[in-house]
């Protein structure tokens, strides 16, 4: 079937979609496909790097008593492959084949936020790029992935942590922004008849995984701004000598950690679905319980951090409940996996190259969890912590439920991607090379840990007779890299002469099958209308409803001149409204350079250059939110929306800038909730509060300021009100004093800080105090440049007139709304509690 | 949006009788209620067992039961009757959903997150359960 309905057509649309050109253009880029390409070549670019640092340490650990690269070295390897393969390849890519993904799966345009996605390929990149800056200046990270202080604290470690810590910083943010996008655009961007029922299980777990990114890697971003903090300012957060707190760091690193897995785990399983189902030939059988597994594993992953504490000496009491926990949460992956194997019972499914790597993940991950339920007990993980018992299990169910899944997809997707087949044979190689490779490599490992061999030492003694297993397992290490190459050999080969792709090889079922390989940029030229949880099995026999019918006939190879896609009801999947995509732009691409040089500023202690850094970026920011006026015409003026009988510019859950909010908000809370935590771990654990002999902070000064941020974002909800009302003059007029009530509030504040008879280095209660009034005051900034940059546009706004401007001023209210509350909860947490509770 | 007896008609041929939707609200307390009940379980258990026990509270003890293992038995009955009442609130909606107008009407995406927050309140209920197994081997003292 053409998919245009005439030349002139298919070029004005397709030249809608294109990016301008030149490097400036490459630059600019904002459409999904390209930029998950470059997510997942970036990825993989780092695992190699990972690979080849894990095939040194193998060389160094080969031979007792080995001095090939020494303990330093050492130190830097197993750092650097943790850090690379957790936070550089693992979530990277799998957020990368998503974002190609999702929008094809559901039958979407792009993302809900374009430049959200070019933003977070720039920011993972140089956060990369920051982390392998450190091997330029031989200031290499050695404090493992998971930096524990005090090892990581400034007086144990150099210049390699805050390489680390900066360079993870900008990954995180690179993860978080991801994650909102993948969750907003799953909730509000699908076709007519894809409903949350219909709903295909990668995307289930790819909303699931991206809710988890959005907590979890926040918590990790504030623990890793409190440790740069210690580190450059000298905060007292984690330094005991000065009322700070060790485990504080543990406990938020790992709150972060364990999630961390599943956020990885998950959208593999997700993989494992689609391709069963595929090589099946069958539904999947159990679907609604695959769903709450999914959801039940999202959830229980988040209480399970306290396994990876169980030697730190804390009550058994409370060990015992985590224990509990990781024991559960197998009975979900349980689920799933007797899902897949319900749905692959009685059928013959084709062995061709997915499917083995289906069938590797299943053998060896399930391996992987008989040793992740052994360790869940107590007295068992006391005796092989810090072994490496510990280093097969985790490969086990990391390599095992996350890389076999991963190159299962790479051979089952590429060629949709690339309209190439990859070779058959060499699949397979790789399959059995990987397989036997990683078997090799890590199974020996578990009797190596359970006879003694620590974990994160650089050698071991001969008298532990464990040599013959480290030889076995440096061989099958170079076998796993054979395999590893053999897959990089298929890749390149199919590229050049790999046999063309056809739509749907594999006959599979769902929509990213319907389109060609590779798909058009814009995904969809006609959207399509779902009926079934396999769409293509089961396409749509008649047409039953009207209203998708007609936005659908409307939207087909339009509009022309500004991009846009059908916007969903979240539950339902009933069209609501065209939502507008943004289009190129380098703005992206500079907030994050901004970002980078702000922290470049702090690596290099040319604190003068943060910043500089920081307004760059912000005048980046505000180039990026800019409305563009000459679209907003052709949008008003365009017959689509009247056709679709959808609108266009929508408030409120109808918008997905709403959603995009609403999750800002979230992770602003869960940033300000660690902030809170961190406050009352460190008075329990304190014999006085306040510290340094001080008494309860007086409120002369903060009860007034406080009330003012309350009228403050009172002053922003009545202008919202008026706004609807039509009102100018209140309208206006209670902008600016929200504004002129926030810039009063930021000027006690600090003069209040001004005033204060302790610093943040003096102890850790000074130090969480000046840091929660700092994160409030950078809110509230936020939020008077906001307030100021729509009294700036209400100024031209024609009042009446349908517009984005409506949508903005909600989303602005709802910002000051949030920085209301938060400067409350501040409030008592600093100035109340210690007084009610003290 | 509300639960609320809606008087508009699809255009579908059905007869004209008031369409009730299940609400956004019961959706949600549906989907994710068991959950949030484990993970308040969770961490109030963790938060009463590690600073009960090192405040001391174990030193008194009542019917032979240590205070904090009184309080974690109480938010134990707590989480699991908030599990319980989320469960009964889905299998009450399940049992309307099915014969209502609006799982055809909706495509039965309400039916299917109701199904599905089923199982997982379920779930739920059997792993608080169990999380709770190591307060009876602490009732003594910590």
Same mark, same amino acid.
């Given at each position: 079937m053409s998919d245009f309905a005439s030349i002139d057509q298919k070029s004005a649309f397709e030249k809608t979609w294109t990016r301008p050109p030149g490097v400036w253009g490459w630059l600019s880029v904002v459409n999904n496909q390209p930029l998950a390409c470059r997510?997942?070549?970036?990825?993989?670019?780092?695992?190699?790097?990972?690979?080849?640092?894990?095939?040194?340490?193998?060389?160094?650990?080969?031979?007792?008593?080995?001095?090939?690269?020494?303990?330093?070295?050492?130190?830097?390897?197993?750092?650097?492959?943790?850090?690379?393969?957790?936070?550089?390849?693992?979530?990277?890519?799998?957020?990368?084949?998503?974002?190609?993904?999702?929008?094809?799966?559901?039958?979407?345009?792009?993302?809900?936020?374009?430049r959200m996605t070019a933003f977070s390929y720039w920011t993972f990149l140089f956060g990369g790029l920051v982390f392998y800056g450190s091997f330029l200046v031989g200031a290499i990270p050695d404090a493992g992935w998971f930096a524990y202080v005090p090892l990581s604290g400034p007086e144990y470690s150099g210049l390699g942590l805050d390489f680390w810590l900066l360079g993870l910083m900008m990954v995180e943010i690179a993860g978080i922004t991801a994650g909102i996008e993948l969750v907003v655009t799953i909730l509000k961007l699908r076709s007519p008849g894809m409903g949350l029922h219909r709903l295909p299980v990668f995307a289930w777990t790819i909303l699931v995984t991206g809710v988890m990114i959005i907590f979890a890697f926040t918590v990790l971003l504030m623990a890793t701004a409190l440790l740069e903090l210690d580190r450059a300012v000298g905060t007292r957060f984690f330094d005991p000598l000065f009322g700070g707190n060790a485990l504080?760091?543990?406990?938020?690193?790992?709150?972060?950690?364990?999630?961390?897995?599943?956020?990885?785990?998950?959208?593999?399983?997700?993989?494992?679905?689609?391709?069963?189902?595929?090589?099946?030939?069958r539904t999947l059988v159990g679907y609604p319980l695959v769903v709450a597994a999914i959801l039940l594993t999202g959830f229980i992953s988040f209480g399970l951090w306290a396994h990876h504490m169980y030697t730190t000496g804390l009550p058994v009491f409370a060990l015992s409940f985590f224990a509990a926990a990781s024991l559960m949460i197998g009975v979900a992956s349980g689920i799933q996996?007797?899902?897949?194997?319900?749905?692959?019972?009685?059928?013959?499914?084709?062995?061709?190259s997915p499917m083995l790597y289906m069938i590797g993940f299943v053998f060896i991950f399930v391996l992987g969890g008989f040793t992740g339920v052994m360790v869940a007990v107590v007295p068992f993980d006391w005796q092989v912590h810090d072994t490496f018992f510990i280093v097969a299990h985790l490969h086990y169910v990391l390599i095992g439920g996350v890389l076999f899944p991963v190159f299962g997809g790479l051979h089952y997707w590429l060629p949709k991607f690339t309209g190439r087949m990859l070779d058959e044979r060499l699949g397979r190689w790789s399959f059995w090379?990987?397989?036997?490779?990683?078997?090799?490599?890590?199974?020996?490992?578990?009797?190596?840990?359970?006879?003694?061999?620590?974990?994160?030492?650089?050698?071991?003694?001969?008298?532990?007779?464990?040599?013959?297993?480290?030889?076995?397992?440096?061989?099958?290490?170079?076998?796993?890299?054979?395999?590893?190459?053999?897959?990089?050999?298929?890749?390149?080969?199919?590229?050049?002469?790999?046999?063309?792709?056809?739509?749907?090889?594999?006959?599979?079922?769902s929509l990213e099958w319907s389109v060609s390989s590779p798909p058009p940029i814009f995904n969809y030229f006609r959207f399509p209308v779902v009926a079934s949880r396999n769409p293509v099995w089961h396409p749509v026999k008649e047409r039953s409803d009207e209203q998708a019918e007609r936005a659908v006939e409307a939207m087909a190879g339009g509009p022309v001149g500004w991009r846009a896609t059908l916007a969903c009801e979240p539950v339902s999947g009933r069209p609501m409204s065209i939502h507008v995509l943004a289009g190129p732009s380098s703005a992206p691409f500079l907030m994050a350079l901004g970002l980078l040089i702000a922290f470049l500023g702090v690596l290099t202690e040319w604190y003068g250059v943060l910043p500089v850094g920081l307004v760059f970026a912000a005048m980046a920011l505000v180039r990026w939110l800019s409305p563009d006026e000459e679209e907003l015409k052709m949008i008003r003026e365009s017959s689509v929306p009247q056709r679709a009988g959808l609108p266009v510019f929508v408030t409120g859950t109808q918008s997905v800038g709403w959603w995009g909010m609403v999750s800002l908000i979230v992770v602003s809370g869960v940033a300000l909730a660690v902030l809170v935590y961190a406050y009352f771990y460190l008075?329990?654990?304190?014999?006085?509060?306040?510290?340094?002999?001080?008494?309860?902070?007086?409120?002369?000064?903060?009860?007034?300021?406080?009330?003012?941020?309350?009228?403050?974002?009172?002053? !922003? %909800? +009545? @202008?919202?009100? #008026?706004?609807?009302?039509?009102?100018?003059?209140?309208?206006?007029?209670?902008? $600016?004093?929200? &504004?002129?009530?926030?810039?009063?509030?930021?000027?006690?504040?600090?003069?209040?800080?001004?005033?204060?008879?302790?610093?943040?280095?003096?102890? !850790? %209660? +000074? @130090?969480?105090? #000046?840091?929660?009034?700092?994160?409030?005051?950078?809110?509230?900034?936020?939020? $008077?440049?906001? &307030?100021g940059a729509m009294l700036i546009r209400l100024r031209t706004h024609e009042w009446g007139r349908p517009g984005v401007m409506t949508l903005h001023l909600q989303l602005t209210t709802m910002f000051w709304g949030f920085v209301s509350a938060a400067g409350a909860v501040v409030f008592t947490v600093l100035y109340l509690a210690s007084r009610v509770l003290g | 949006m509300s639960d609320t007896n809606d008087k508009e008609v699809k255009s579908t041929g059905m007869p004209e009788e008031p369409v009730r939707r299940t609400?956004?609200?019961?959706?949600?307390?549906?989907?994710?209620?068991?959950?949030?009940?484990?993970?308040?379980?969770?961490?109030?258990?963790?938060?009463?067992?590690?600073?009960?026990?090192?405040?001391?509270?174990?030193?008194?003890?009542?019917?032979?039961?240590?205070?904090?293992?009184?309080?974690?038995?109480?938010?134990?009955?707590?989480?699991?009757?908030?599990?319980?009442?989320?469960?009964?609130?889905?299998?009450?909606?399940?049992?309307?959903?099915?014969?209502?107008?609006?799982?055809?009407?909706?495509?039965?995406?309400?039916?299917?997150?109701?199904?599905s927050g089923l199982i997982a309140n379920v779930s739920f209920f059997f792993v608080i359960a169990v999380q709770s197994i190591p307060i009876f081997y602490f009732l003594g003292n910590c």
């Open positions: 997510f997942m070549i970036t990825a993989f670019s780092f695992f190699v790097a990972g690979g080849v640092l894990a095939l040194l340490m193998r060389l160094q650990l080969t031979f007792p008593e080995s001095e090939f690269l020494g303990p330093q070295v050492y130190n830097q390897l197993f750092t650097m492959h943790g850090s690379t393969m957790m936070y550089l390849f693992a979530v990277p890519f799998l957020e990368g084949l998503a974002l190609y993904l999702i929008p094809l799966m559901i039958g979407s345009r792009d993302m809900a936020f374009p504080l760091w543990q406990h938020l690193f790992w709150f972060f950690g364990h999630p961390e897995v599943y956020i990885a785990f998950l959208p593999a399983t997700g993989i494992v679905s689609m391709i069963v189902v595929t090589f099946a030939r996996i007797f899902a897949w194997i319900a749905t692959l019972w009685g059928t013959r499914p084709v062995l061709s090379l990987n397989f036997i490779g990683f078997n090799l490599t890590f199974f020996p490992m578990h009797i190596m840990g359970l006879l003694g061999m620590p974990r994160r030492v650089y050698t071991y003694p001969a008298e532990l007779e464990i040599g013959g297993y480290n030889v076995v397992a440096t061989a099958g290490s170079f076998i796993l890299g054979a395999g590893f190459l053999c897959l990089a050999v298929n890749f390149f080969r199919s590229l050049l002469r790999g046999e063309p792709a056809e739509a749907n090889p594999w006959k599979a079922d008075w329990l654990f304190s014999p006085e509060w306040p510290q340094g002999g001080l008494g309860p902070p007086g409120m002369a000064v903060a009860l007034p300021t406080h009330l003012l941020l309350l009228l403050a974002g009172g002053a !922003a %909800y +009545g @202008s919202w009100v #008026y706004y609807q009302r039509k009102e100018v003059k209140p309208t206006l007029g209670l902008l $600016v004093g929200a &504004a002129l009530l926030g810039a009063l509030f930021i000027g006690l504040k600090l003069f209040e800080q001004t005033r204060f008879d302790f610093l943040p280095q003096d102890h !850790a %209660y +000074g @130090s969480i105090f #000046y840091v929660m009034g700092w994160f409030l005051i950078a809110y509230v900034l936020a939020a $008077v440049v906001m &307030a | 609400g956004n609200g019961k959706l949600a307390v549906c989907l994710v209620g068991g959950g949030v009940a484990w993970l308040f379980h969770l961490i109030l258990a963790v938060v009463l067992a590690e600073f009960g026990c090192v405040a001391g509270w174990d030193a008194n003890v009542f019917l032979g039961i240590n205070l904090v293992a009184w309080m974690l038995l109480a938010v134990t009955v707590v989480a699991l009757a908030a599990c319980a009442a989320a469960t009964i609130l889905c299998w009450k909606e399940k049992q309307d959903a099915s014969n209502r107008i609006d799982a055809e009407i909706r495509g039965g995406g309400p039916l299917f997150l109701i199904q």
